[in-house]
């Protein structure tokens, strides 16, 4: 089965802290994983994709499939980043269905 | 670009009555859509994808007859909840893609209130 797991439901850290926001998949092919955010009051926006390799505001995420995680990490929280954070799974073969993981919810205190 | 908007923002019915809500891709032309639910402190769960002319594709679970699903144009999809009650009650959002493996990009989401 399909399935995107994130064992935390809050994170909070204080600003400067390391983060972590922890993200494990089920899928017996090869998937695509996303990192979705959405800010207080605004939608969900695309922070970043596996096959892109790319750091979004800081952000970055390794595809570890030996251990099926996509972990987010960030070496400094800023205030700004306070979010609700969604890992997300596609599937292959071109069906372009997205499983989001139910959400980890970063708090960044001053 | 890529600006996905949805009517309306939020809406208050009564038990029994229908209620559409529109998703407009602004800027693109989106050949999928997509309809999903989210209740309250809950992740996203996919209802239905639909492509631009054919019917749409709903996830296990989820109702055709109940949950109208039209895709009538490239930047146009609407979602119909028809007889609906109170259990309805809960937080649509759309996304829309321009093609099969395109990113999706969401609309900011409808509240739908049954009483």
């Known amino acids: 089965a399909q399935r995107v797991t994130q064992p935390e439901k809050l994170l909070s850290v204080f600003k400067g802290a390391p983060v972590e926001l922890k993200c494990n998949y089920s899928?017996?092919?090869?998937?695509?994983l996303f990192w979705y955010v959405q800010y207080s009051r605004q939608r969900l926006q695309l922070l970043l994709r596996?096959?892109s390799r790319e750091s979004i505001k800081g952000f970055t995420a390794d595809l570890n499939k030996g251990e099926t995680s996509f972990h987010l990490k960030k070496p400094f929280a800023q205030e700004e980043d306070s979010a609700m954070y969604y890992c997300?799974?596609?599937?292959?073969?071109?069906?372009?269905?997205?499983?989001f993981g139910a959400g980890t919810r970063l708090a960044v205190h001053p | 670009g890529a600006v996905v908007s949805q009517h309306p923002s939020w809406v208050i019915c009564k038990s029994g009555t229908s209620v559409k809500i529109e998703c407009r891709s602004l800027?693109?032309?989106?050949?999928?859509m997509f309809w999903y639910r989210q209740f309250p402190k809950q992740s996203l769960m996919l209802m239905a994808t639909?492509?631009?002319?054919?019917?749409?594709?709903?996830e296990q679970g989820v109702e055709k007859d109940k949950f109208l699903i039209n895709h009538a144009s490239l930047t146009l999809s609407t979602l119909t909840v028809t007889s609906a009650h109170p259990e309805d009650s809960s937080f649509y959002i759309c996304?829309?893609?321009?093609?099969?493996?395109?990113?999706?990009?969401f609309g900011p989401g409808t509240r739908l209130t049954v009483l």
């Open positions: 997300a799974l596609r599937g292959s073969g071109g069906y372009n269905k997205l499983i």
């Open positions: 639909s492509n631009e002319g054919s019917k749409a594709t709903y």
């Open positions: 596996h096959i």
């Open positions: 996304s829309a893609s321009r093609g099969p493996t395109d990113t999706q990009y």
């Open positions: 800027d693109f032309q989106a050949t999928t």
């Open positions: 899928y017996s092919g090869s998937p695509e």
